[in-house]
């Protein structure tokens, strides 16, 4: 038996009910449930197949964000090329990985009943957990934000960009950024709902019985205000920029011709390229929350309508594709690497503790005993030695040896010792091998030497 066999198999048909509901004295026909019933059974059928699906998706997700976010993360940090852009892509990897956990690791949790019920008892821990809920579906979206500014003025301003395209800038503006989205979720410690409201997990967010709950309508505006600011105006903005850059890149193709921009082509088309595809890539998985958005502001007004149980059912969906968003960058970000392969082999390494001097970016040395134990030729005006590092503190000792030796051996210069120069380069020199258990003398002339 198949897979969806099962799934189909184990979602309850519920049409007999809704018919004997209907029938009944409770409800009548002319109630608008039994007036579309055939639209809700659809509707429940959907969410029942959907949510059979929907978890072991989000579970696969959260891995392999937690595992490539993290990995890209230690990458950003451990490459030379520390730019603006690689800070913004190094903080929106870490913000992703605590963004898939506390948006969907802890409700999955919480869909158990013993560790909800312990949850929503701690109110004050409830609470701070709403306040980074949404805090971290606001913030990495207007990282993107950020990150397609910053690229859009490095092409339409050249000469800011030396005051632009800097660490300390982008890690300013990071932090201001941060300050202001955490005063925009403070208020979610007095109001339970907040912009995940429509939750795909169908669990309680604190406890209901508050009395600072009692005047939560007062918080309508900036919960509003707050949904635009993590849908519709990121979604806008994004596709505004790109759309600028895209043009301000036609525009500065025609006019590079000489070979200095030429050789800076290829990194300004990468860097910029990284850019776009975040900035275009955001919107395609976005864009189906902004739908849900919108129509959970038509149907508010009226929750019975078949339009708000639509919504509950497509959230589900829409939340994948947010999921992918959030997992799947680092196929956008090893562009930036030089060698993704070596970055991986070198990390192993370096988890294993094995001596390597291998950086990041570089190919792994499949031998440190190689590296150790490789030969260097030292030159002095007497002797040519080759040696290897084990063996130069002997060598040392001999080379002062001979220095002692011909020192005191030394006459002043003269006629007969210019006369004899030729002579005396015709000798033989002792080219000495060391390695760690025998030498070999191999006799050679000067000329031999240098030609």
Not at 11 to 32: F, H, R, T, Y
Not at 252 to 261: E, I, N, T, W
Not at 274 to 289: D, E
């Amino acid at each position: 038996m198949s897979i969806f066999e099962n799934i189909l198999e184990s979602c309850p048909v519920i049409e007999p009910q809704l018919n004997a509901l209907c029938n009944s004295d409770s409800l009548g026909l002319n109630d608008e449930p039994c007036k579309n019933i055939k639209f809700y059974v659809f509707l429940s059928n959907a969410d029942c197949y959907i949510r059979k699906i929907f978890y072991p998706l989000t579970v696969l997700f959260i891995i392999i964000g937690t595992v490539l976010n993290l990995y890209s993360l230690y990458c950003f940090l451990k490459i030379k090329k520390r730019n603006s852009q690689n800070v913004y892509l190094s903080v929106l990897s870490l913000v992703d990985t605590v963004n898939l956990h506390i948006n969907f690791t802890l409700p999955i949790l919480r869909t158990i009943d013993i560790i909800d019920e312990e949850f929503r008892r701690l109110n004050l821990l409830c609470r701070l957990t709403g306040v980074l809920t949404e805090f971290f579906l606001i913030f990495p979206t207007w990282i993107v934000i950020l990150l397609t500014f910053e690229r859009l003025i490095f092409i339409i301003r050249p000469s800011k960009r030396p005051l632009t395209y800097t660490q300390l800038r982008a890690k300013i503006s990071i932090l201001f950024l941060a300050l202001f989205v955490l005063l925009l979720s403070l208020y979610r410690l007095k109001d339970l709902e907040g912009i995940d409201q429509l939750s795909v997990f169908s669990i309680l967010p604190c406890d209901l019985d508050d009395e600072l709950d009692r005047k939560r309508e007062s918080y309508d505006k900036l919960r509003y205000m707050n949904l635009i600011i993590w849908t519709i105006l990121p979604e806008c903005l994004t596709f505004l920029m790109s759309l600028i850059i895209i043009y301000q890149i036609k525009l500065v193709a025609r006019k590079m011709q000489s070979d200095h921009s030429r050789a800076c082509q290829p990194k300004y088309n990468q860097a910029t390229r990284i850019a776009l595809l975040i900035s275009i890539l955001f919107p395609i998985f976005h864009a189906p929350t902004v739908i849900m958005i919108t129509l959970d502001f038509i149907y508010r007004s009226n929750p019975r309508t078949p339009g708000i149980i639509m919504i509950l059912v497509t959230n589900k969906l829409t939340m994948i594709f947010y999921e992918i968003s959030l997992s799947c960058k680092y196929f956008i970000y090893k562009q930036t690497f030089r060698n993704s392969n070596g970055i991986l082999c070198t990390s192993f390494f370096q988890f294993t503790r094995r001596q390597n001097s291998a950086r990041l970016g570089q190919p792994v040395l499949e031998n440190t005993n190689q590296c150790s134990n490789h030969q260097k030729i030292r030159f002095s005006s007497y002797k040519q030695t080759i040696a290897s590092r084990a063996s130069q503190s002997d060598s040392y000792s001999n080379n002062a040896k001979e220095y002692h030796s011909i020192s005191n051996n030394h006459h002043p210069r003269t006629n007969s010792t210019n006369l004899s120069r030729t002579n005396r380069e015709k000798k033989t020199l002792n080219a000495v091998v060391i390695e760690t258990t025998a030498e070999v003398h191999i006799p050679l002339s000067r000329s031999d030497v240098f030609g």
